[in-house]
């Protein structure tokens, strides 16, 4: 298996990882328009846009792959090193990104007046 094949797994598994792990956030209604809320949750998701997990996931891969290739190189087997390390790297970009997704959602409905209760 290449690196490039193994970096399209990661991603394929991290989108699939994230998008389970994006919990919506929980509201308390009292005295809340929903009509003014939907208008603020679109705005707010849209600038979480701006964060590209996919771009830190390509990055986390190949900076992985190196540390794991190295690693390897001890032990006598670059690839399987690279191979992990890309793995590992890639998987735990993509979970920092999608964390910082997370908050910034949060932060832009509490800086908007909203009860965020997790």
Not at 89 to 106: I, N
Request: overall charge neutral; glycine content about 16%; charged content about 25%.
């Amino acid at each position: 298996m290449t690196i490039r094949n193994i970096i399209l797994w990661t991603l394929g598994a991290v989108a699939i990882a994230g998008c389970a792990a994006h919990p919506d956030p929980i509201i308390d209604m009292k005295g809340v328009d929903p009509n003014a809320l939907a208008k603020d949750w679109e705005e707010c998701e849209s600038y979480t846009q701006e964060i590209l997990i996919s771009q830190g996931i390509v990055k986390g891969g190949a900076t992985g792959a190196v540390v794991g290739a190295l690693g390897g190189a001890i032990d006598g087997d670059t690839g399987k090193g690279a191979a992990g390390g890309a793995l590992y790297g890639g998987t735990r970009s993509g979970l920092d990104a999608d964390r910082e997704k997370q908050k910034v959602f949060k932060r832009c409905l509490r800086g908007r007046g909203y009860r965020v209760l997790n």
